[in-house]
């Protein structure tokens, strides 16, 4: 499974990189609006830190504006995915930008359907929001199960980028489903590589060491 970083925050993608575990970075207009800089210039520099896919998401709510929109954007990098929202525009744009050969991630999908028309409208990545989902008392881990049952009986090539991902649960569950990335804000990624055994089990190395010397 990749392992995705869900922030536009150029120091948290910078020491996950540098733990040589950073697959791609998603971004999405609240997290963007939460750094300084203009949109371009905090994507073009993710794009340059990260070797892997970098989601850049649309503003405009219709199919013009997506298909300019994104076709700037595929031209900052050639690792940007444009992200589009899952709407009928959104899917839309979604087939034009697709058959152009510019890479599209299918953003705030909340159902099964929802990821079936991603697929079916040639989207590279459609991300299912799971977090969200448990926020208001729904499975979303049910939701990743059900999508990667549809996409493995139709032989589809999207890929299944587990979203609104809230704790390190949520990432091993993802795994056992076979899910293709999971994108997470760095406390959970940092979190993944933590145990609290693992912390007290060196502490007692190093002092049974130091009692010996
Ligand atoms: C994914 O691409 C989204 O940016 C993100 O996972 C949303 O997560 P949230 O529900 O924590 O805002």
């Known amino acids: 499974m990749k392992l995705f970083l869900d922030t536009a925050n150029l120091d948290e993608i910078t020491r996950v990189a540098e733990w040589g575990l950073l697959d791609g970075v998603t971004t999405n207009p609240s997290l963007i609006s939460k750094e300084g800089g203009s949109f371009e210039t905090i994507i073009r520099k993710i794009c340059e830190m990260v ?33 589009l929202p899952m709407t009928l525009e959104g899917l839309r744009a979604c087939r034009t930008l697709s058959d152009e050969g510019i890479s599209v991630n299918i953003t705030l999908v909340f159902s099964a359907n929802q990821a079936l028309l991603a697929a079916k409208a040639g989207a590279a ?21 059900e999508i990667m049952q549809i996409y493995d009986a139709y032989g589809f090539d999207t890929e299944v980028l587990v979203a609104s991902v809230r704790h390190p649960r949520h990432v091993t569950d993802a795994a056992k489903l076979g899910a293709d990335i999971c994108t997470m804000p760095f406390s959970v990624f940092e979190k993944l590589a933590k145990h609290p055994l693992t912390d007290i089990g060196l ?11």
């Open 125 to 145: 990545f459609v991300s299912p929001f799971i977090g969200r989902l448990d926020d208001c008392g729904e499975d979303g881990m049910k939701l990743i199960e």
């Open 51 to 83: 070797p892997g896919a970098v989601s850049a998401e649309v503003l405009a709510p219709d199919y013009e504006g997506m298909l300019n929109e994104g076709r700037v954007y595929a031209g900052w990098a050639p690792n940007v995915y444009v992200k």
């Open 203 to 213: 502490q007692k190395f190093m002092e049974d060491w130091s009692k010996s010397r």
